[in-house]
């Protein structure tokens, strides 16, 4: 891994310990919600993503992906993105504690977030109403991902942004 993706990796644990000093909900847990009429869009949840830092190799997502089989462990959503000397993969799975215990017996560095998962409905204009709705409030989505299968009518959508409990205050209006 290259000085600068640890670099990056200490600044994200160093978030992470700070978001969980913040006492926000488990993984998955759906917040108490106002009526589903006054926020048809977005339900949000806070959910804990992982992520590891990967050689550009091809080898090293099939090495990861083995990993997750033999593990039993669900990957439900993930991103991977590049930069000049790795990949990052961001994960959202099944069964966070085992992942990161799994991560430690292979020696892959892993750091954790929380961000939303929010449901949005599968039709246009769902994710600019959303975005409006955060960018109004003041809150910049940092990074985003999602998807959905083209049969399925909701869509999840995960969004890191820096105010999680203000985010999820406006988005209960």
Not at 81 to 105: G, Q
Not at 165 to 173: D, F, H, P, W, Y
């Given at each position: ?12 644990k ?64 993930m ?75 909701k ?9 999680i ?9």
């Open positions: 891994m290259g000085k600068k993706a640890k670099n990056q990796a200490q600044e994200s160093v978030s992470a310990e700070s978001n969980q000093a913040k006492n926000l909900p488990p993984q998955g847990e759906t917040p108490q919600m106002v009526s589903p009429t006054q926020t048809p869009q977005a339900r949000p949840a806070v959910m804990r993503q992982l992520a590891v830092f990967l050689d550009k190799q091809p080898e090293s997502l099939l090495e990861l992906c083995k990993h997750f089989s033999e593990h039993k462990i669900n990957i439900e959503a991103s991977i993105t590049d930069t000049v000397d790795h990949s990052v993969v961001r994960l959202i799975v099944d069964k966070p504690e085992d992942t990161k215990k799994m991560f430690a017996e292979v020696g892959v560095m892993c750091v954790e977030n929380e961000l939303l998962q929010v449901t949005l409905s599968d039709k246009p204009g769902a994710l600019r109403d959303f975005c409006r709705q955060l960018s109004e409030a003041g809150i910049n989505i940092e990074y985003a991902y999602g998807g959905c299968s083209p049969k399925s009518a869509i999840n959508v995960y969004v890191r942004v820096i105010d409990k203000k985010t999820m205050a406006v988005l209960q209006r």
